[in-house]
């Protein structure tokens, strides 16, 4: 070990850089050796660690500079190795009852969604032996992308052949914000930085919304300007300034959040590597201001009067997150209100669709040499030997190894349900999440999937607009808030020659509970048969038929080439969600819960998701994809992949 410490400056700051450097010293050689008597395979070899900080001062008009660098060089005895070695074949040579051929990986991923692969595809990278496992025959999850031709038939992707004219149906998010720059605090756009992998994005910056302030519609392109003009239109006196002084509150503590990338959080001592002494002053800034970052966003303490305001805040904190605006990071509220500022701010959709999005990190993983990606297989149980996670049973039967973890990108019902070895430390979160309280779950969707012909919609339409009903129901009231998308107006591939396809939705405000009464169809032919089944679903339905009316009025029933109606029972079927949540509801601030970690109390096993970390949405489930995967990589591993990362 060495250490160098340079100083320019007078004695007190040479004092004050000795003291860091010693304590930074301690910290990660701590963390070292803690990591080696815990058997920790990762020091097999020769690991090399530099760190450089450079403090800057400026005093009487003079700038002085502090610069330490830390050289560490570890390699653990051959015992050490031996015995690493061995307990891992045992673990891949263990015994079981099933003759089929095992298959062996360094991580198997269930499931893929968005974190699912996110994760996957930077273990890949970083020299992983990964497989990912999806029961779907399409890829993505919630993200999924599914063909329908003109005549109505589904065609999965496998099949697909260049003379098929097809609708392309996203089933999941539609809006998609800083992702094309270069450079962003986007957590996805730096899964994709670091997997060398990404979609065409396509650009565009026209919006458009019906409010109950504005039953006939508005179509302006987004920025903090245009936004003005919404406020002095239909805000009250206070409107504009309050938003003024709320953006100068805000926006300070904006910078600050996104000077740190979520994306190279992990929940151990190399934190400070990958965070602290990476972004050190970006770091210490938000340090100092972490309380106030991690509160719920309180409308009142920010003084925001004007009520057109108020209800605008909780609807954009909803699309965001699901939640209203009091039960939102402080952390969410500002990156939002900072995206209004951005230079040349403009919205961003993948090419080809949401599958744009799946298929570039799909890549990401089996671009690599002995990784894969299998549909069609359902995982049936998570295998635990010596309390440790070591593979997987799929339905048929079939075991696959997997030597350093395993990764459920599924529901936190269905994580804690593939489990079915008795673990203590997992029945008891079990039981905190689940079984002696529900925790709160986000609400399901209601969809409708249209492929209709081009001249049903007028061609001066943006690609997506927004409806309101009434401010003073509920943000989340069953039908309250619809989303339209006509992706085909930015990417005409979605749909055949002379069509356009639809996706519109009630934003995560559907609930379980009506449904319940309908769980008992099993099969199409029953469902369809079902004339009380057919007719709520037609009822729940209306409300988005009417939201898409507000732009394109001859968008009707009985005008469509294609229609396809999705519930609650839908997403719990073809998605595997319990009771078809969408990720965990817990309000910023709860005393009685927190969002579960990447970790989970049985060794080997790990999670990634909407029910982990920060919660729901495209960006947060990235985040936690990427977190996973730094649970399982060493520091320096982690480091060489976040070098890709620009801000």
Same mark, same amino acid.
């Given at each position: 070990v060495v250490i160098v410490v340079t100083v320019t400056g007078d004695d007190d700051l040479s004092q004050n850089a000795i003291t860091t450097d010693i304590f930074v010293f301690v910290v990660v050689f701590v963390f070292v050796v803690v990591d080696i008597f815990n058997n920790s395979p990762s020091f097999y070899n020769y690991y090399y660690y530099s760190y450089l900080i450079i403090y800057q001062y400026e005093i009487d008009n003079n700038y002085?500079?502090?610069?330490?660098?830390?050289?560490?060089?570890?390699?653990?005895?051959?015992?050490?190795?031996? &015995?690493n070695r061995q307990r891992f074949s045992a673990l891949s040579s263990s015994s079981s009852n099933?003759?089929?051929? %095992? &298959? !062996?990986? %360094? @991580?198997?991923?269930i499931g893929s969604g968005l974190g699912g692969l996110s994760c996957?595809?930077?273990?890949?990278?970083? *020299?992983?032996?990964?497989?990912? =496992?999806? $029961?779907? +025959?399409?890829? *993505?999850? #919630?993200?999924?992308?599914?063909? @329908?031709? =003109?005549? *109505?038939?589904?065609?999965?992707?496998?099949?697909?052949?260049?003379? &098929?004219?097809?609708?392309?149906?996203?089933?999941?998010p539609s809006l998609y914000s800083g992702l094309s720059p270069d450079n962003s605090p986007n957590p996805l756009k730096h899964v994709f930085q670091m997997?060398?992998?990404? /979609?065409?994005?396509?650009?565009?910056?026209?919006?458009?919304? +019906?409010? /109950?302030?504005? /039953? !006939?519609? +508005?179509?302006?392109?987004? *920025?903090a300007e245009n936004f003005l003009k919404i406020l002095d239109r239909y805000g009250g006196p206070t409107a504009r300034q309050d938003w003024e002084d709320l953006a100068s509150d805000l926006r300070p503590l904006a910078k600050k959040i996104m000077g740190l990338p979520s994306s190279v959080v992990r929940n151990d001592i190399g934190l400070v590597a990958t965070l602290a002494l990476r972004y050190p002053i970006p770091f210490l800034r938000v340090i100092g201001d972490v309380k106030r970052i991690t509160a719920p966003f309180d409308l009142d303490e920010y003084k925001i009067q004007d009520k057109f305001l108020r209800n605008y805040l909780d609807l954009i904190a909803f699309l965001l997150q699901g939640l209203p605006a009091n039960q939102t990071l402080t952390a969410v509220m500002a990156y939002m209100v900072e995206d209004f500022y951005r230079e040349g701010a403009v919205m961003d959709f993948p090419k080809g669709g949401s599958k744009g999005i799946i298929d570039a990190l799909a890549r990401g993983v089996t671009k690599h040499d002995g990784c894969h990606i299998r549909k069609n297989s359902l995982v049936d149980e998570v295998i635990v030997e010596n309390d440790r996670a070591v593979g997987i049973r799929l339905s048929n039967n079939k075991i696959i190894r997997a030597r350093e973890g395993v990764v459920s990108n599924t529901d936190l019902k269905q994580?804690? %349900?593939?489990?079915?070895?008795?673990? &203590?430390?997992? !029945?008891?979160?079990?039981?905190? +999440?689940?079984? %002696?309280?529900? @925790? /709160? =779950? #986000?609400? $399901?969707?209601?969809?409708l999937h249209l492929g209709v012909k081009a001249e049903l919609i007028p061609e001066d339409a943006p690609a997506q607009w927004t409806v309101v009903q009434d401010w003073d129901k509920a943000i989340d009231a069953p039908g309250n808030v619809v989303v339209v998308s006509v992706p085909s107006k930015l990417d005409p591939s979605l749909a055949p020659k002379g069509y356009h396809v639809i996706h519109a939705y009630g934003a995560g405000n559907e609930p379980y509970e009506p449904w319940e009464r309908f769980e008992h169809l099993k099969t199409t032919k029953e469902r369809a048969e079902n004339e009380e089944y057919q007719q709520f679903k037609s009822q729940r339905s209306q409300p988005i038929w009417d939201a898409i009316a507000r732009r394109a009025p001859l968008v009707k029933t009985g005008s469509v080439e294609v229609e396809q109606v999705g519930t609650p029972l839908t997403h719990s079927r073809f998605l595997r969600r319990h009771r078809g949540n969408y990720g965990l509801a817990i309000p910023a601030g709860s005393e009685e819960y927190t969002f579960p970690s990447v970790e989970t109390p049985l060794k080997g096993y790990y999670r990634c998701g909407d029910s982990t970390t920060s919660g729901i949405g495209v960006p947060a489930v990235a985040s936690s994809g990427a977190q996973c995967a730094n649970a399982l990589l060493t520091v320096w591993e982690q480091l060489k992949l976040n070098s890709k990362i620009r801000m």
């Amino acid at each position: 070990v060495v250490i160098v410490v340079t100083v320019t400056g007078d004695d007190d700051l040479s004092q004050n850089a000795i003291t860091t450097d010693i304590f930074v010293f301690v910290v990660v050689f701590v963390f070292v050796v803690v990591d080696i008597f815990n058997n920790s395979p990762s020091f097999y070899n020769y690991y090399y660690y530099s760190y450089l900080i450079i403090y800057q001062y400026e005093i009487d008009n003079n700038y002085y500079y502090i610069s330490t660098t830390h050289f560490f060089l570890f390699k653990p005895n051959g015992r050490q190795i031996k &015995d690493n070695r061995q307990r891992f074949s045992a673990l891949s040579s263990s015994s079981s009852n099933n003759n089929n051929e %095992d &298959d !062996e990986y %360094d @991580v198997v991923v269930i499931g893929s969604g968005l974190g699912g692969l996110s994760c996957g595809s930077m273990l890949a990278t970083a *020299g992983k032996k990964v497989l990912v =496992l999806e $029961s779907h +025959y399409e890829l *993505g999850g #919630c993200a999924h992308e599914y063909m @329908v031709d =003109l005549k *109505g038939r589904t065609i999965p992707s496998s099949s697909l052949t260049e003379k &098929d004219d097809v609708f392309r149906f996203e089933v999941g998010p539609s809006l998609y914000s800083g992702l094309s720059p270069d450079n962003s605090p986007n957590p996805l756009k730096h899964v994709f930085q670091m997997i060398e992998e990404e /979609p065409e994005w396509i650009t565009y910056d026209k919006w458009g919304a +019906y409010l /109950p302030e504005a /039953p !006939e519609g +508005y179509e302006l392109s987004i *920025g903090a300007e245009n936004f003005l003009k919404i406020l002095d239109r239909y805000g009250g006196p206070t409107a504009r300034q309050d938003w003024e002084d709320l953006a100068s509150d805000l926006r300070p503590l904006a910078k600050k959040i996104m000077g740190l990338p979520s994306s190279v959080v992990r929940n151990d001592i190399g934190l400070v590597a990958t965070l602290a002494l990476r972004y050190p002053i970006p770091f210490l800034r938000v340090i100092g201001d972490v309380k106030r970052i991690t509160a719920p966003f309180d409308l009142d303490e920010y003084k925001i009067q004007d009520k057109f305001l108020r209800n605008y805040l909780d609807l954009i904190a909803f699309l965001l997150q699901g939640l209203p605006a009091n039960q939102t990071l402080t952390a969410v509220m500002a990156y939002m209100v900072e995206d209004f500022y951005r230079e040349g701010a403009v919205m961003d959709f993948p090419k080809g669709g949401s599958k744009g999005i799946i298929d570039a990190l799909a890549r990401g993983v089996t671009k690599h040499d002995g990784c894969h990606i299998r549909k069609n297989s359902l995982v049936d149980e998570v295998i635990v030997e010596n309390d440790r996670a070591v593979g997987i049973r799929l339905s048929n039967n079939k075991i696959i190894r997997a030597r350093e973890g395993v990764v459920s990108n599924t529901d936190l019902k269905q994580t804690y %349900d593939l489990v079915k070895t008795k673990h &203590d430390g997992l !029945e008891q979160e079990k039981k905190l +999440y689940i079984s %002696d309280k529900q @925790v /709160p =779950l #986000c609400k $399901s969707f209601m969809h409708l999937h249209l492929g209709v012909k081009a001249e049903l919609i007028p061609e001066d339409a943006p690609a997506q607009w927004t409806v309101v009903q009434d401010w003073d129901k509920a943000i989340d009231a069953p039908g309250n808030v619809v989303v339209v998308s006509v992706p085909s107006k930015l990417d005409p591939s979605l749909a055949p020659k002379g069509y356009h396809v639809i996706h519109a939705y009630g934003a995560g405000n559907e609930p379980y509970e009506p449904w319940e009464r309908f769980e008992h169809l099993k099969t199409t032919k029953e469902r369809a048969e079902n004339e009380e089944y057919q007719q709520f679903k037609s009822q729940r339905s209306q409300p988005i038929w009417d939201a898409i009316a507000r732009r394109a009025p001859l968008v009707k029933t009985g005008s469509v080439e294609v229609e396809q109606v999705g519930t609650p029972l839908t997403h719990s079927r073809f998605l595997r969600r319990h009771r078809g949540n969408y990720g965990l509801a817990i309000p910023a601030g709860s005393e009685e819960y927190t969002f579960p970690s990447v970790e989970t109390p049985l060794k080997g096993y790990y999670r990634c998701g909407d029910s982990t970390t920060s919660g729901i949405g495209v960006p947060a489930v990235a985040s936690s994809g990427a977190q996973c995967a730094n649970a399982l990589l060493t520091v320096w591993e982690q480091l060489k992949l976040n070098s890709k990362i620009r801000m």
